[in-house]
Nanobody, 115 residues
């Protein structure tokens, strides 16, 4: 069983930075997939950044060069470093972990980019 808790969201001005954290409790090995999603009001949930078990990363075009996904196995934590934030990045950000075909989701953290 895995439980995920996101943190690090908040209000930031355009051009600012935030680092989101997704802390896992429980089993943190044999992870097949880890990713950050976001959901803005009235929009579909979108995969923003992902990392495979082998460490390969992938990003949606709109965040390439600005966001970076990483993980710390010792701390059982997934991160999303977000730089040069834009108003269109405003959304609830959620982390997902897939282990042995089971998906686990966090509760989400709000990111608001506004002047």
């Amino acid at each position: 069983q895995v439980q995920l808790v996101e943190s690090g969201g908040g209000l930031v001005q355009p051009g600012g930075s935030l680092r989101l954290s997704c802390a896992a409790s429980g089993i943190f090995f044999n992870i097949d997939f880890m990713g950050w999603y976001r959901q803005a009001p009235g929009k579909q949930r979108e995969l923003v950044a992902s990392m495979t078990s082998g460490g390969s990363t992938n990003y949606v075009d709109s965040v390439k060069g600005r966001f970076a996904i990483s993980r710390d196995n010792a701390k059982k934590t997934l991160y999303l470093q977000m730089n040069n934030l834009k108003p269109e990045d405003t959304a609830v950000y959620l982390c997902k972990l897939t282990r042995r075909s089971t998906n686990y989701w966090g509760q989400g953290t709000q990111v608001t980019v506004s002047s």
